[in-house]
């Protein structure tokens, strides 16, 4: 196993997706596709396990390694190849220099990436909130209040509603590029409820997170002390056998400093890691825990002094941004140009949760952190992939370097600064994941 890489849980099989629609030059981008089914159908010959693909005629490949090309961090070669083997990238590197191999895919001159790493989701939950963002958006703020909302529709939902739902939205999330998902639990609140979304969650993807310490339960509202003790006992015990991290919602109205210390000193004597919701809606103590516990992820940071932002450049905990919940919920958008200036490790990720921020687009989200967060396309495509990466600590994912996982994205474009010069439109034109093509 790869330094970094999770311990493997069984993964549903993705829904059959239909092809994007085709570039500019119909004719060529049918015979691409039609080059693309044919490749990635393994003779009897060859086992899925074994069978190597060229994917060739890349106008500009993303590697996030600089060792490979002009050292810049995306690691951008011109005019490429890369070669999968199993679910492995085996050879990276100039088309003219690819080995033979089994099977050939022509990228017809598009660009490829490293699949996002969306690494801040919450997908296990019932209903929709329609009725409070519409009330959001015609005037009044969001507050931590809303998620009661989402807990009582997700208690009242059967599993199977809970596993539909989840798996909905991963698959969404998939076809627009999403290899590596992390969701949480934290909208059940009670030691069954919480339990039960994370046994829900690991039968679908390897990042799975305890956030029982979303807010306190409305069962517990007389008596927050209790919840917490609640939440690093018996709830503790229940969950962690499902998740890698222990998470808290380290806010004014959800849980402060010192409760939050507690909460995941304890995930981390169970063996779970650290990440936290910080400093989102107001200037806190959750950065300066972050470092302090060395959670992998200070997540929000929207709220930052010279103190919170020197201790991120000076610590492993990277500072993971949400703009979809500053677009969804017309709040001050985080600094990211303050943070990259200052040597701190970026993520970009959706926050996909029905409360704010319903997207599961990290196009999206990478548009925004252009446009509204001061990131350079370069900037912002890394910290989408190679940044997601560093927040949930992996080194199999993110990037496309013999060893890493063979997760990677056809865009229907040249280059990947498209993904920001052409907000809104679906260029995601192939996605493979564990190096079968998944759409």
């Known amino acids: 196993m790869i330094p970094g890489s999770p311990p493997a849980r069984p993964a549903a099989a993705p829904a059959s997706v239909s092809p994007s629609a085709p570039g500019p030059d119909p004719t060529a981008a049918q015979a691409t596709e039609d080059a693309m089914s044919n490749a990635t159908t393994v003779s009897p010959a060859h086992s899925a396990s074994t069978a190597s693909t060229l994917i060739t005629n890349i106008a500009a490949l993303v590697t996030n390694d600089p060792s490979l090309s002009d050292s810049s961090p995306l690691g951008l070669i011109q005019d490429a190849a890369i070669v999968i083997e199993g679910d492995r990238v085996v050879w990276t590197g100039d088309q003219s220099k690819a080995p033979a191999t089994d099977n050939r895919v022509d990228a017809g001159g598009r660009a490829v990436l490293p699949g996002f790493v969306d690494s801040h989701s919450h997908l296990v939950f019932a209903g929709d909130r329609t ?39 991963l698959r969404e999330a998939l076809r627009q590029g999403t290899t590596t998902m992390e969701t949480k639990s934290g909208y059940g609140l009670t030691v069954a409820d919480e339990s039960r979304a994370l046994r829900i969650a690991a039968a679908h993807t390897d990042e799975v997170t ?126 990211a140009r303050r943070l990259l200036d200052a040597g701190v490790t970026v993520a970009l990720s959706t926050d ?11 196009p999206f989200c990478i548009a925004l952190a252009v446009r509204d967060m001061g990131m350079t396309p370069d900037e912002a495509v890394w910290s989408a992939t190679a940044g997601g990466a560093a927040a949930l600590r992996r080194e199999d994912v993110g990037r496309l ?6 997760d990677l994205i ?5 280059s990947h600064v498209h993904l920001a010069y052409r907000p809104g439109v679906p260029l995601v034109a192939g996605v493979w994941r564990r190096g079968l093509r998944q759409s």
């Open 401 to 406: 370097t013999p060893g890493a996982y063979a």
């Open 352 to 362: 996909c949760n029905p409360g704010s921020s319903f997207t599961s687009s990290v």
């Open 131 to 169: 009725q409070e963002f519409n009330a959001r958006m015609s005037g009044r703020p969001y507050s931590a209040g809303g998620i009661r909302t989402t807990v009582a529709a997700t208690r009242a939902a059967s599993d199977e509603n809970l596993e539909a739902n989840l798996t909905r939205y």
């Open 210 to 335: 305890y956030l029982g310490a979303h807010i306190v339960s409305p069962d517990h509202a007389d008596d927050p002390a209790a919840y917490v003790s609640l939440v690093t006992g018996e709830m503790l015990d229940a969950c962690a056998p499902y998740a890698r991290w222990i998470d808290v919602f380290c806010e004014k109205g959800a849980f402060d400093g010192d409760q939050a210390r507690a909460i995941l000193t304890a995930g981390k004597a169970k063996g779970l890691h650290p990440r936290i919701h910080a400093n989102q809606l107001s200037y806190g103590p959750g950065v300066q825990l972050a470092v302090e516990v060395d959670a992998a992820s200070a997540d929000h940071c929207t709220h930052l002094t010279d103190a919170d932002v020197d201790a991120l450049a000076g610590s492993r905990t990277v500072a993971t941004l949400l703009p979809g919940a500053e677009f969804s919920t017309r709040a001050a958008w985080p600094d």
């Open 410 to 414: 056809l865009l229907d474009a040249p």
